[in-house]
């Protein structure tokens, strides 16, 4: 399948790192300073022209939250067909104080300001198919042949 993009002139295409990774590095179109406690939206510099029945979803990438303390808030970020602005990328530095600053090559989870720079691998993101589902209403719901009980860690740890 071909995905549509329009990119900001000198920023490199989304492309999968390595044969078989699910989902396509997407960077950062500008250098970004982010705050303890604060969120900003980085922008990727990047359009995308999705097409409808499916959407893009924006997921951290693994090495950004080992390494430092920029979170993204939303967990996920939704992308849908209907979109046509410019995707950015919500980060939130979890940073409780102030202790320098700090870029995306820390590797101690530095408590600070952290800059993100221009053309930094910040984000993941994968294409998916949509399910589209149509609601009714009921009364009740149908039992369950096996009732699993609990929930919100009921299956314990170990």
């Not at 044969?19 to 900003?40: H, K, L, N």
């Not at 996920?76 to 919500?90: F, P, S």
């Not at 930094?120 to 369950?144: F, G, T």
């Amino acid at each position: 399948m071909k995905l549509k993009i329009e990119l900001e002139e000198g920023l490199e295409k989304p492309h999968y790192a390595h044969v078989g990774d699910a989902c396509m590095d997407i960077r950062a179109s500008r250098d970004v300073m982010i705050q303890p406690y604060e969120t900003v939206a980085v922008p990727t510099g990047m359009k995308v022209d999705i097409p409808l029945g499916y959407e893009l979803l924006i997921r951290p990438r693994s090495g950004v939250s080992m390494n430092t303390l920029l979170r993204m808030p939303n967990g996920v970020g939704v992308i849908d067909a209907g979109y046509r602005d410019e995707i950015k990328v919500l980060m939130w530095n979890a940073s409780r104080t102030n202790n320098g600053t700090f870029d995306l090559t820390s590797k101690e989870n530095e408590e600070g300001t952290y800059i993100i720079h221009k053309g930094d691998r910040i984000a993941q993101m994968i294409l998916k198919k949509v399910d589209y589902v149509e609601i009714e209403v009921v009364n009740e719901l149908p039992p369950l042949e096996i009732d699993r009980g609990g929930g919100f860690g009921s299956s314990g740890v170990k």
